[in-house]
């Protein structure tokens, strides 16, 4: 029996244009996902937990500008590296957050995605939520998500990115650099380039290049506005012992800016290859093909990726007609 191969196309004068909605203008939109990406201990999570304050009070956001609606709105918040009760209210109360609109998963709950995308909708809709922050994004990727694989990581974000499409929410993904420093910033995310694909806002914090103590958010790119003016900001502790974020206004240091590094800091190419290899295959191993084709579309020519290699300690082993790669520890 022929299969019926009828399809529903649709003219584009049937589409009425809408404009592009933000919960933060330029930085943040609404009914997409945006990631936050930055080395560990530049103050990623509180710059998270100060934009759900401002949320939930329906305040300004750090650069003056105003947030949708007239009126304080819902944030939804997955963290699996700071403690509720002792790090994430304290952080809230210093910021001023309404935290009766701020929700999560109780600790019977442990969200899984794509698994329970699901309950993430049912979530957003109980609570009428604006935001939703994910801190970290890789601490509630389903153990099959394999982060450096492209197919596998839009399966994942696909279901996010409908939620947030279908309740007009926006999704804030909180994510780690990769240690393989000296490349372009939107390459620099810890894992797949696929994630970075599937945010429409790209942001970066990261060290203040000439000021001690102080950082920068800065866009990384996105396709939904131009890049948006960098904001420096500094930690302090606020009455009790919480930290906070005080924003100290425009800087003109870019991702670019954040992500160089003087000549006598940066690694070797090798060491680079080599730091990244350790990255990519302490999860699982892969096929030698796959891993040579990633690492030549990062930069890595095949001479650097031979010497990585031998530096990183990686071993090569035949399976049926293929070639697999692992760490050698993990053959002891």
Known sequence: MARDSR???ISFDQIQPESVKWLWPGRIPLGKIT???GDPKVGKSTVALDLAARVTRCGVMPDGRSS???????VVVLTAEDGLA????PRLDATGANVSLVMTFGPDEHILIPRDAGKILAAIKETAAKLVVIDPMAAFLEAGINSWQNTSVRAALAPVAKIADETGAAVLAVDHLS???GRAAIYRGNGSIAFAAAARSLLMAGKHPEQEDTFVLAAVGGNLARPAKSLAYQMEEAPGGAICVKWLGDC??????????P?????????????????RLAPANALESVIQAEALGMGFPERTFRRARRAAGVVSTRSG?????SLAAATN
């Open 7 to 9: 399809v529903q196309l």
């Open 35 to 37: 990631i936050l990406q």
């Open 68 to 74: 949708p609606g007239d009126a304080p709105a819902g």
């Open 86 to 89: 002792d790090t994430v209210r």
């Open 179 to 181: 240690k393989a420093s």
């Open 252 to 261: 003109d240091y870019t991702a670019e800016d954040l992500n160089w590094q």
């Open 263 to 279: 000549q006598q800091e940066r690694e070797t190419k090798v060491q680079q290859c080599a730091a990244w290899l350790k990255e």
């Open 321 to 325: 007609n293929f070639w697999v790669l």
